[in-house]
């Protein structure tokens, strides 16, 4: 009987039954003895009327102004009609060591038994967190209450119904989940997952200096595009000047193949002064865009990669670099 004692007095702390625990108090005044009364009388009224659900709050408050072993029992007793079988548990324990410290062992013994045929009908939830899942910060809550760090993994008796578990944590996503407990004396256990990073937006002028990048790239590429389309003009005006031109020796041609030829040649120069022009304002986007989003550090410098224009008398074309 004494280990029951010891295990009722240990769960009224995760219930919260405060208001039947034996602890320093103000003497009740006479309006809170006669209020207390009042209330007690009424919630034995709707008990016995069948209507225990409205004379719970009633006896909570009565036990409240003015703490008594019969209102502990009668809200103990309330508690198990409604289906609270936890806090019937824990209201049957706090009525027992009320009964004793009053000189009332029959009363005391009346509610440890009725204590003992409640424990195996109890319902419990265990919230576990593993250790990648303890972030800094961490705070789990069950049903919108802070869960200490040392009731994480142990099974608690809780009333039958849905229950809330959430965590959160500083620069974290936070989690929530509902679970629904009504077999009686079974444990349910919940893990908290490792919680996902906050996806912070950049800075306002990164964001622009992004905007910024895009834009110039896209200067460049459409550039390129028309060089590119200069280049198929000059081949194909290239090839419009061979019938004009001696086939034995094409680079002797009648006036239209050479007005055909220089049109051609005069294409191929703009392609390649439109491509190396396009080439530069497209790696000066991608610089902007990379750079934007290129972490800071004092320790390791930030790298990037660019793309760099490059031309010879054999041709031009691009060249991926990094930079740091």
């Known amino acids: 009987m004494k280990r029951t004692r010891a295990a ?3 769960m009224g702390m995760f219930c919260g039954m405060l208001a039947l625990a034996d602890v320093a108090h103000a003497e009740p005044t006479a309006t809170d003895k006669a209020a207390a009364d009042a209330l007690f009388t009424e919630a034995r009224q709707l008990l016995d009327a069948g209507r225990a659900t409205e004379a719970c709050p009633k006896l909570e408050e009565s036990q409240r102004l003015d703490p008594a072993v019969g209102t502990a029992l009668n809200l103990a007793d309330c508690y198990e009609r409604v289906g609270r079988t936890a806090s019937a548990y824990i209201a049957f324990g706090d009525a027992a060591t009320l009964a004793r410290r009053s000189g009332d062992p029959s009363r005391a013994e009346e509610a440890e038994r009725r204590a003992d045929a409640l424990a195996p009908k109890l319902v419990k939830l265990a919230v576990t967190v593993p250790e990648p899942s303890r972030v800094e910060g961490l ?16 099974a608690i ?13 500083p620069d974290r996503v936070p989690w929530k989940t509902t679970v629904k407990l009504d077999v009686p004396g079974t444990v349910q256990p919940i893990s908290v997952p490792v919680l996902a990073e906050v996806e912070r937006p950049p800075p306002p002028g990164k964001t622009a200096q992004r905007v910024a990048g895009i834009v110039v790239g896209s200067v460049g590429l459409a550039a390129l595009a028309v060089a590119g389309g200069l280049s198929i003009a000059a081949a194909k005006t290239d090839d419009e000047s061979k019938p004009y031109c001696l086939p034995e020796d094409p680079n002797k041609c009648y006036a239209k193949g050479v007005a055909l030829r220089n049109e051609s040649i005069m294409y191929a120069d703009t392609a390649t002064v439109v491509s190396i022009a396009g080439g530069v304002v497209l790696a000066t986007g991608v610089t902007l865009f990379l750079l934007a989003g290129a972490p800071k550090s004092p320790d390791k410098p930030a790298r990037a990669w660019v793309v760099v224009p490059h031309a010879s008398p054999q ?9 740091f």
Not at 139 to 154: E, I, K, M, N, S
Not at 315 to 323: D, E, P, R, Y
């Open 8 to 10: 009722l007095a240990v």
């Open 139 to 154: 705070t789990v809550l069950r049903d919108g209450q802070p869960l200490a760090p040392a009731l994480w993994g142990t």
């Open 157 to 169: 008796p809780v009333d039958p119904g849905e229950h809330e578990v959430e965590a959160k944590a």
């Open 315 to 323: 041709g031009a074309g691009l060249t991926f670099a990094s930079v």
